[in-house]
């Protein structure tokens, strides 16, 4: 349980990042505007990160990481505006897979236009040599995947949208080369 006056529950800095069997809402039991876990500082570019089996909910973003290969895995994420951020500079990203995970209500308690703004999985640059996305369930939430990526295999999802478009792959000029690699999409349950 996260105090309300809390910005952020657990922030990692250091060059080895393995959390495991958590779970993090608010105190308070309502949407809070709380960071959940954030993996930053420069040193976390260089590493790999692993997030397996945590929990979290009625937060803003539940995992913001910066990791050279980010695997996230047997997770749940409940009425976040974001479940997984992930952000590193253009240069610095390689690869991120989620998988096993469960989506629910993404954005639903952040603001009266959740579905504008919420994202299941969002990448700010590109995730580089690899996006792998496979076996979760997203349901009630705004998009699940909206992003960059160079390589991507996205199967075996079940996913169920609102208002806005599931899945959304999007190249950015400032990468380059721009979006040359394989976008595999397959054996996904889009409701």
């Known amino acids: ?27 308070s039991g309502v949407f809070s505007l709380i960071d959940a876990i ?14 397996d089996n945590v929990h979290i909910a009625y937060m803003r973003n539940a995992l913001t990481i910066c990791g050279r290969n980010v695997l996230v895995k047997n997770c ?7 479940g997984v951020d992930y952000q590193l500079s253009i240069n610095d990203a390689r ?11 993404i954005g639903e308690e ?17 995730a580089g040599s690899h996006l792998i996305v496979r076996n979760n369930l997203s349901d009630q939430s705004g ?10 295999l996205i199967e075996n999802n079940y996913i169920e949208s609102y208002a806005k478009t599931p899945i959304v792959i999007t190249s950015n000029e400032q990468i380059s ?15």
């Open 1 to 27: 349980l996260v105090g309300d006056n809390c910005t952020t529950a657990l922030t990692c800095t250091g060059v080895c990042n393995y959390i495991e069997n958590i779970g993090i809402k608010p105190k």
């Open 38 to 51: 954030k993996f930053n500082g420069n040193a976390n570019g260089e590493v790999d990160s692993n997030v």
């Open 76 to 82: 749940g994420f409940s009425h976040c505006q974001i």
């Open 95 to 105: 690869g991120l897979q989620v998988e096993n995970c469960r989506f629910h209500g």
């Open 110 to 126: 952040a603001d009266l236009n959740w579905f504008e703004n919420s994202y299941g999985i969002r990448i700010e640059n590109n």
């Open 143 to 152: 998009h699940f995947l909206y992003g960059y990526a160079s390589n991507a």
């Open 177 to 191: 080369p721009l979006n040359n690699g394989a976008i595999i999409i397959r054996g996904n349950y889009i409701k």
